[in-house]
């Protein structure tokens, strides 16, 4: 049995696969939170959260990485540690110091950091050779104003430090971007307490359709699982509005993705002990990074990579943050597709309506789940304002993505925001 200190977590879905595939493996944790009322907060009714099961429960400054350090190791001398691991973008790196700081096994601290900055990425993608779109980074607001007549109009805007796709935004004109400018200087720290770096990424506008490419790196080798494919809607912000795995593109695009990605991650150093998400646009000029994320894929692609294949991605994190090789042995599920989408509310308001119940006896449904009426709503601006979502099977090809659609059709149908 081995023993992992978790940092920290997102209050999602990979704040049950985590837990489960600790257990599931016959390892324990620690959970190290500074704020423990956030995970109860998003625990349901009459139940505890996954996290609160661990072999202990402790708090700490998780956003101080220099004082932590020295506390984390007082912890290890005395519950003895095997492996460190974190589901929360904004503790990967903090955790990849930590792991190296005790010894254990991770990816290098350099590289987790680089990678969770989205402007270090496009430098050491740009001084690697990987093509990428033109993009300038400003803190500001005469340099930013400049910089982006010189990419053109129209352009992407989003901050360096940020997930879910907050603040991502597609900008027409200056006064667009001058209004994102104002908006981000009014948001100084994110969700978790941390204080954010004002400068702001502008990048060229890449045309073409977006895939994810998810990837297990061990022992200095990078194995591809599979690509998912993404929808987006909710413009001028680009809100992930469904997913399907694998994703229905010829050979040739799954290759080009795959191989970009191969190449991002050498370049950035992430090709040992690290589940990686690589988030790809495959343009008519051949495929561009948009992003890559050291850690399993969000938005319940995880759960639709494991429908598919039988590949427990969760399971793969626990394994290589212990220095051991992973599981990706493929199986025969009964299922040759998994689609999820999302319900995306387009304006404000409070839920009066939305009934899953009918949903739940069609075919091949895996999963429904959907907001209580009485909920509070407002218009999507980001990953983080779903009121639900649905997930569906194909047993036959790639025809998951259609069922989804069809069943979010009837669902919209009946939905009711007052």
């Known amino acids: 049995m081995a023993?992992?200190?978790?940092?920290?977590?997102?209050?999602?879905?990979?704040?049950?696969?985590?837990?489960?595939?600790?257990?599931e493996g016959g390892h324990e944790f620690t959970f190290l939170t500074r704020d423990l009322h956030h995970y109860l907060r998003s625990a349901p009714e009459g139940t505890a959260h996954p996290l609160l099961g661990a072999r202990n429960v402790l708090t700490a400054d998780t956003n101080d990485t220099d004082a932590l350090l020295p506390e984390v190791a007082r912890l290890h001398s005395v519950l003895g540690f095997d492996?460190?691991?974190?589901?929360?973008?904004?503790?990967?790196?903090?955790?990849?110091?930590?792991?190296?700081?005790?010894?254990?096994?991770?990816?290098?601290p350099d590289a987790v950091a680089n990678a969770c900055r989205k402007d270090a990425t496009r430098r050491i993608l740009a001084e690697a050779g990987l093509p990428g779109p033109r993009f300038a980074v400003h803190e500001e607001w005469a340099d930013l104003a400049r910089a982006a007549r010189e990419i053109g109009y129209p352009l992407v805007a989003k901050p360096v430090d940020l997930c879910a796709g907050m603040f991502v935004r597609r900008i027409e004109h200056e006064a667009e971007l001058a209004e994102l400018f104002r908006t981000l200087a009014d948001f100084p720290v994110n969700a978790r307490g941390q204080r954010r770096t004002p400068a702001v990424l502008l990048e060229e506008l890449l045309d073409g359709p977006e895939v994810s490419v998810e990837t297990v790196s061990f022992a200095g080798a990078v194995h591809v699982v599979g690509v998912t494919d993404k929808s987006v809607g909710g413009a001028p912000a680009f809100i992930e509005t469904g997913h399907m795995f694998p994703a229905a593109l010829p050979p040739a695009g799954i290759e080009a993705a795959e191989q970009t990605t191969r190449g991002a991650l050498k370049a950035l150093g992430l090709t040992d002990?690290?589940?990686?998400?690589?988030?790809?646009?495959?343009?008519?000029?051949?495929?561009?990074?948009?992003?890559?994320?050291?850690?399993?894929?969000g938005n319940r692609i995880t759960e639709l990579v494991r429908h598919v294949t039988g590949i427990d991605l969760a399971a793969a994190c626990v394994d290589v943050a212990l220095g051991r090789e992973p599981d990706l042995r493929r199986t025969d599920t009964g299922l040759r597709s998994a689609a999820i989408g999302f319900l995306v509310p387009d304006r404000a308001g409070t839920l009066e309506a939305l009934d899953p119940r009918r949903l739940a006896a069609e075919p091949d449904v895996l999963e429904v789940r959907l907001?209580?009426?009485?909920?509070?709503?407002?218009?999507?601006?980001?990953?983080?304002?779903?009121?639900?979502?649905?997930m569906a099977g194909d047993p036959d090809g790639p025809g998951a993505r259609d069922r989804v659609e069809r069943l979010l059709a009837a669902l919209r149908a009946g939905l009711v925001i007052r």
């Not at 023993?3 to 257990?23: D, T």
């Open 3 to 23: 023993h992992l200190l978790v940092v920290e977590s997102w209050v999602g879905s990979m704040s049950r696969l985590l837990p489960r595939a600790i257990r």
């Open 371 to 390: 907001a209580e009426p009485g909920t509070a709503v407002k218009a999507a601006g980001s990953n983080n304002e779903y009121l639900g979502h649905v």
């Open 83 to 108: 492996g460190v691991i974190t589901s929360c973008d904004y503790y990967l790196p903090a955790v990849a110091r930590i792991a190296g700081h005790l010894g254990l096994p991770g990816p290098g």
């Open 273 to 297: 002990a690290v589940v990686a998400h690589t988030e790809i646009k495959l343009t008519s000029a051949g495929p561009r990074v948009v992003e890559v994320n050291p850690r399993p894929a």
